[in-house]
């Protein structure tokens, strides 16, 4: 059992189940100290021959940047990130540093360093919740991310709040989902549909 609540069926560390996508945040600022706390443990992911193909893309709140990311963001999500502390939007390189040539795990690479982020959130007791209800499009001409580089996702990050104060609709929500059992992902030997 879990300070909130999850259950495991195998013994793994508190620190995934404890880990989950609060959309109740505070508005309060987080420090460049943590923020970059957790920058760094994005960084520290593993990836084809290292390429490290993660960018991100951030703004903070009160800053000129903020709106130009608020703003590609769908009206549900706009609902709940305004009182996000930063905005992120993750970013992938498609090919390989050392020769050019296409890189098939960019975004899985991608995926390894966000979920380092969203750990090391978790244990700091910050936020930090993944988006793909944003404009795809826009962020990618208005961001001015070149050609070869792939826009994966968004994410906010900050400060927890109170339930009470997210949309009501927000607020039954607004709790760790549950997930299906290892027999459901899990195929030994060759892929059984
Ligand atoms: C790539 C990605 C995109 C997501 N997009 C959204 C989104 O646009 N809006 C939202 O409220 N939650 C979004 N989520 C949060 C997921 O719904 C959430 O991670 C999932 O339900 C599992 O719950 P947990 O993170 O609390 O364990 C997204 C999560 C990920 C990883």
């Known amino acids: 059992m879990n300070i909130n609540q999850r259950k495991v069926d195998y013994p793994v560390d508190k620190l995934f189940p404890n880990r989950w996508s609060p959309r109740a945040l505070s508005g309060e600022p987080i420090t460049d100290e943590e923020l970059f706390t957790l920058f760094e443990a ?3 992911a593993p990836s084809s021959y290292n390429n490290q ?5 951030y703004a903070k709140r009160d800053t000129p ?48 360093a966000w979920e380092n982020l969203a750990l090391q959130a978790s244990l700091m007791g910050l936020a930090a919740h ?8 826009r962020a990618k001409k208005e961001l001015h991310i070149p050609d070869g580089y792939q826009v994966e996702a968004m994410a906010a990050m900050g400060k927890l709040g109170k339930k009470e104060d997210l949309p009501a609709a927000l607020q039954e929500r607004e709790q760790p989902s549950d997930r299906k059992p290892i027999e459901s992902f899990i195929h030994e030997g060759t892929f059984k549909a």
């Open 42 to 44: 994005a960084r520290w």
């Open 53 to 57: 193909p993660w960018r991100f893309i």
């Open 65 to 112: 940047s903020w709106e130009k990311l608020f703003s590609l963001l769908g009206e549900f999500n706009q609902s709940w990130v305004r009182n996000a502390a930063v905005l992120l939007v993750i970013v992938s390189k498609k090919t390989f540093d050392h020769n050019g040539s296409p890189s098939k795990t960019h975004s899985f690479d991608t995926g390894a």
């Open 130 to 137: 993944g988006m793909e209800g944003f404009d795809y499009d």
